[in-house]
């Protein structure tokens, strides 16, 4: 096949996606009204696109591009409004969170369009186990071999994202006793996990060319790893983050996204090697597992050290960016987080512990996420 172009874009520009839950106001299980929702959304001004999702009670938010988190903010607030507008005339909800608390997969059914109609008939009973909601977030890359600089780079941090944006400690009925319980379900696909360890774009293609030849993959979007270049896009695509419950919190996760690439594309960091890899499956287990309280394994010096720690020195090397960037209110609530404040997860289990039923909280992460 031709090789993949890379298609540029402007550094340090940088855009989210959103997959939400649709959910009835009666009992506040899922509701497959993705159809509706969007028909009456497709007459709006919306800068941004809205598109159906793998299972019919799922839709997804795909912002425009944008070099500044304010921007960001005002537009996922604006989309925000509308549909909880369209929403509340059906009668039905729309909410943020990694999992939904209680629905069954086995119930869910496929949007009927080639695609996802396609990964059902590849993967089974995985597609309808993958009615779980995440937040992607794309950070622009003047060149490809920036956008494998930068993937890799990542690595280091994923589990920085993962315990910020936790939002599924429950899933099936049950406390999971995981913050995100989301990405064990994406685990599950073959063609999950990381990048192979390639070094610029020419070994990328190869590696592609290779995967493709093999009849393995047809395409980008059959790789569901935890960060992936986007080529067609002109991105790195980071994809660990579970759809947090406000659109708040989803724009500062992407302005630290942005802060962060600034910074590792201005000091060219020299730990680029295999021992990133080589603790990445534990550090994301631990963010996955503990959130905030998990341990990470630095593969720079080979020391354990407590995420939320390693957040809070990381958020400190950013101020000079997040300066630049416009993002300083961002970080500082992020830093928030960390300080006592929680993530999601936390906040949904309090929902629980006051409530003493998942429809209870789920209604509560609705009000949350619409208003």
């Known amino acids: 096949m031709p090789a993949l172009d890379f298609k540029s874009s402007a550094a ?19 509701a497959p009204d993705a159809d509706d929702l969007l028909r009456r959304a497709a007459g709006d001004a ?16 795909n912002s425009s591009v944008h070099e500044r988190y304010d921007n960001l903010l005002a537009e996922l607030k604006t989309t925000r409004d509308a549909l909880a507008g369209h929403a509340r005339q059906m009668n039905v909800a729309i909410a943020g969170g990694g999992t939904h608390p209680f629905q069954k997969w086995s119930e869910r059914k496929i949007y009927p369009n080639e695609r ?34 930068l993937n890799h780079a990542l690595i280091r ?22 913050d995100s319980s989301r990405l064990s379900v994406v685990n599950a696909f073959p063609l999950s996990g990381t990048m192979p360890f390639v070094l610029d774009w020419r070994s990328f293609n190869q590696y592609f060319d290779m995967m493709y030849d093999m009849g393995i993959v047809k395409s980008m979007k ?63 287990f631990q963010a996955c597992r503990h959130g905030l309280e998990g341990t990470l394994v630095d593969p720079a010096t080979r020391q354990p050290v407590r995420i939320a ?21 961002a970080l500082e609530a992020l830093l928030a987080v960390t300080l006592g404040d929680g993530n999601d997860a936390a906040w949904l289990r309090k929902a629980y512990a006051d409530t003493k039923t998942l429809p209870d909280v789920v209604c509560r992460q609705a009000t949350r996420w619409m208003s």
């Not at 920085?160 to 995981?178: C, E, K, M, N, R």
Request: proline share 5%; charged share 20%.
């Open 222 to 284: 059959d790789f569901y790893w935890d960060v992936r270049p986007k080529p067609e896009y002109g991105t790195v695509e980071i994809r660990v983050c579970d759809t947090p419950l406000t659109v708040d919190r989803a724009a500062q996760i992407a302005a630290y996204a942005q802060a962060l690439a600034r910074r590792l594309w201005a000091e060219r960091v020299d730990w680029i090697k295999p021992e990133l890899y080589l603790v990445h499956s534990y550090n994301r």
């Open 116 to 149: 996802f109609l396609s990964v059902s008939e590849k993967y089974g009973f995985l597609a309808k186990q993958f009615t779980v909601f995440g937040q992607h977030v794309h950070v622009g890359c003047a060149s490809a071999d920036d956008a494998i600089y």
């Open 157 to 178: 941090y994923l589990p920085h994202f993962i315990a910020l944006a936790a939002s599924s400690p429950f899933y099936q009925g049950v406390d999971t006793a995981f």
């Open 46 to 61: 919306n800068p941004g696109e809205l598109k159906p999702e793998i299972t019919q009670s799922m839709i997804e938010i």
């Open 309 to 329: 720690d390693d957040i809070r020195v990381t958020l400190r090397d950013l101020v000079p960016h997040a300066t630049d960037l416009g993002s300083m209110s």
């Open 12 to 30: 340090l520009s940088f855009g989210v996606e959103l997959e939400l839950m649709l959910v009835n106001t009666h009992d506040y299980n899922l």
